[in-house]
């Protein structure tokens, strides 16, 4: 499999938006997700997406952050919106085979991307 790019992320005040890209060349039938791995805890999950477009959220990320996938120009984002001190740290994109799309489990997920970091300062 082509290696997943993401790109994105930066610094951001309380309250701010960003928004994040994964290049996911020949994963358009997989399941993606995006997952953060605050400083000091284990890689949690975020949101994920199926290849039909249906999404599951984390409760901490409802109704701030979106999860789509734009399956012509193979990308994966993330748009973060009403950014907390809390949702500082490395957010990593990663992939699937088709089938049942963990959100809670990381694990589960063979293809990941570099990882690529967001502050919130307070």
């Known amino acids: 499999q082509v290696p997943l790019v993401q790109s994105g992320g930066g610094s951001v005040q309380a309250g701010g938006s960003l928004r994040l890209s994964c290049a996911a060349s020949?994963?358009?039938?997989?399941?993606m997700g995006w997952f953060h791995e605050a400083p000091g805890k284990e890689r949690e999950g975020v949101a994920v997406?199926?290849?039909?477009?249906?999404?599951r959220y984390d409760d901490s990320v409802k109704g701030r952050f979106t999860i789509s996938r734009d399956n012509a120009k193979e990308i994966l984002y993330l748009q973060m919106d009403s950014l907390r001190p809390e949702d500082t740290g490395l957010y990593y994109c990663?992939?699937?085979?088709?089938?049942?799309?963990?959100?809670?489990?990381?694990?589960?997920?063979?293809?990941w991307g570099q990882g690529t970091q967001v502050t919130v300062s307070s």
């Open positions: 020949g994963y358009s039938d997989y399941c």
């Open positions: 990663a992939a699937e085979s088709p089938g049942i799309c963990w959100l809670y489990s990381p694990n589960k997920y063979k293809f």
């Open positions: 997406i199926d290849s039909d477009g249906s999404t």
